[in-house]
């Protein structure tokens, strides 16, 4: 951000920048605090993008992509395509929006006919790729495909209709693999950068260096600032151009600043600090944009810190995350703890902050402000008309994309608040797995007295209620011995003997000690495995044990993914609600022996 003045001797006060037009600009873009909708991939939702051609385009982790047509109100799902065979790790459209391709770890790179939505070319590349780029301008008949290699720093360009073989080669341009492309159609030049925080600019034909002739154009990087993710030792997650090439935005992680460049002079221009220690101090200083309640601020801290640690596939998840233009080029989108922060870049001012009372975690943005083109035609008789009908059809739906971390769903953001009828903007186009089809189908049979087997149940401890779903299909054992204990007042008064932060939190001996406990059989029961059940996330419930079959009372949840666990404790339920307590627990001082100074017990269990 610009420093202020100094106070001099007769200096005049310097005004405060003001942008033109800012309201009318505001009314183009999504105003809503609550998503409006979501729709549903099978597996977590990675990217999507938005098509000159009115097409969004949302992809997940495991290789599936889906095509969606923007209508008058909302989207309209056209097809899906099971595109890759292993994580797709990234995504690029053409200037024009005719072209769209994917590359995945399977290493192969799919192109696909956007506004027919047909898969043209599929490129078996050879090595592992690590971003892909379309680097041809409007309307050329060659679409050319820029691709990047995970084990180094070469660059190959594809002919989209060719047969697999690249065109060209450049192996100079950078040292570091290069994990970000972005192509300007103005001035046809690729920004790219490397994982060592070096961007480069080049025009994708020979000899691949930076433009030439280009008036106001840097001419030696040295007088540039494009050295200022080598200084910060940080890695840019995205590069993204406004809508007239002028400047370009990043984020970067570990510091988390939002910058951006002129695109001529590569010089910095703004620079917003989102680092965690930033936030914590605005939260305890009371001058963030927005306050969340302590307990809250809590849990998005610990979901900050998660999204730096690499996953079970080795990838950050932050590193998915982005920062979008609005179509004016004066106001910059981008995900925060806070919420999708609205920023006036001329003003340098907060003038939205979308989502933040969700228990989302925004990720990748995408942003639609055209207005859909209409079926049936108009005359221009009737368009200079004062028609209230056709004055509300001409209306425009500004929508904004966004997916979420660990989540399933894509979400649109619009000028409308949902109704407010709960679960109802949660749109069910999947067909639901078959651990939820048999939570769903599991209901207790008629019978005298309670069922031995239940479908939730809330544990009140002295830190809270924990409420848990239980998974009685897949663990009716497992379940039934809790729910026979829970009943009968067996884990009333027992404590949380063991807690590992990070890790997990442990319960259910009566002896307090973890050598006690014993199933309501009298005998220890056997293991329950279920492929429908992982330890692949945290929060899952799990019957602690002494090696194979020794199942008795004690059981544990788990605050974070811990695979290594999967079959070899049984999963019988999950944390609904209640993971501020979870993490209360989680965090308590304990002695060597992991265990608490402080006993926190369970009052007792209610089983619904």
Not at 29 to 34: K, V
Not at 488 to 494: A, K, M, N, Q
Request: glycine share 6%.
């Amino acid at each position: 951000m610009p420093m202020p003045a100094p106070a001099g001797n007769g200096t005049a006060k310097k005004k405060r920048k003001v942008l033109p037009h800012e309201k009318l600009y505001l009314e183009h873009l999504p105003s809503a605090d609550r998503y409006y909708k979501s729709f549903m991939h099978r597996d977590v939702v990675n990217f999507n993008i938005m098509t000159e051609t009115e097409f969004l385009i949302t992809t997940s982790v495991d290789g599936h992509l889906k095509f969606w047509k923007k209508q008058e109100q909302g989207i309209e799902f056209v097809k899906h395509y099971r595109a890759h065979l292993a994580t797709i790790v990234a995504v690029s459209a053409s200037a024009d929006g005719q072209l769209f391709a994917s590359v995945a770890e399977d290493g192969t790179a799919k192109v696909f006919d956007v506004v027919n939505f047909d898969m043209i070319s599929m490129l078996t590349l050879g090595y592992t790729p690590n971003a892909c780029c379309w680097v041809h301008r409007r309307g050329q008949a060659q679409g050319l495909l820029a691709v990047s290699d995970k084990q180094s720093g070469t660059i190959r360009l594809y002919d989209a209709r060719g047969d697999g073989k690249p065109l060209e080669t450049i192996e100079k341009l950078h040292r570091f693999p290069v994990h970000i492309m972005t192509y300007s159609d103005r001035y046809d030049t690729v920004i790219s950068a490397d994982e060592a925080g070096f961007i480069e600019y080049w025009r994708p034909v020979e000899p691949f260096e930076p433009p030439k002739h280009v008036p106001g154009m840097w001419t030696f990087k040295s007088t540039t600032d494009l050295y200022e993710f080598k200084k910060a030792k940080a890695t840019p997650t995205c590069i993204t151009l406004s809508p007239d090439s002028s400047h370009f935005v990043t984020f970067s992680l570990p510091d988390r600043q939002i910058r951006i460049f002129s695109f001529l002079s590569g010089k910095l221009t703004r620079r917003y600090d989102e680092s965690l220690e930033a936030i914590q101090e605005m939260q305890q200083a009371g001058t963030a944009v927005y306050k969340v309640e302590d307990m809250e601020f809590g849990r998005r801290l610990a979901v900050e810190r998660e999204l730096e640690l690499p996953g079970v596939d080795g990838r950050i998840p932050a590193m998915w995350s982005n920062a979008i233009w609005d179509e004016s080029g004066a106001f910059v989108l981008y995900p925060t703890l806070l919420g999708i922060k609205v920023v006036n870049i001329v003003t340098n001012r907060v003038v939205r902050l979308l989502g933040k009372d969700e228990t989302v975690r925004w990720m990748n943005l995408a942003l639609y402000q055209g207005a859909p083109a209409k079926k049936g035609m108009t005359t221009v008789a009737a368009a200079a008309s004062a028609n209230p009908l056709l004055a509300e059809k001409s209306v425009r739906d500004p929508t904004l994309f966004s997916t979420g971390y660990k989540r399933q769903r894509f979400y649109l953001f619009t000028r409308s608040e949902p109704e407010d009828k709960s679960g109802d903007r949660d749109i069910f186009n999947e067909r639901p797995t078959r651990e939820e089809q048999t939570i769903a189908s599991s209901t207790p049979a008629l019978q005298k007295g309670p069922s031995p087997l239940a479908n939730a149940a809330t544990i009140h401890t002295t830190f809270g209620d924990i409420h848990i779903r239980l998974f009685p299909q897949q663990a009716p054992k497992a379940v039934e011995n809790f729910v026979g204990h829970s009943r009968s007042g067996y884990y009333e008064g027992v404590i949380f003997h063991r807690v590992i932060p990070k890790f997990m939190i442990q319960t259910g001996d009566p002896l307090g000690d973890g050598t006690g406990g014993t199933s309501i059989w009298g005998s220890e029961f056997e293991d329950e495995f279920s492929d429908d059940l992982r330890h692949d996330r945290p929060y899952m419930v799990s019957m602690a044990n002494a090696g194979p079959n020794t199942n008795g009372s004690q059981f544990f949840i788990t605050t974070t993914a811990t695979p290594w666990l999967d079959k070899k404790h049984t999963i019988f339920g999950r944390v609904l609600s209640g993971l501020e307590v979870v993490h209360n627990i989680e965090n308590v001082k304990t002695n060597k022996l992991d265990k608490p100074y402080e006993d926190i017990k369970i009052i007792n269990i209610d089983i619904e």
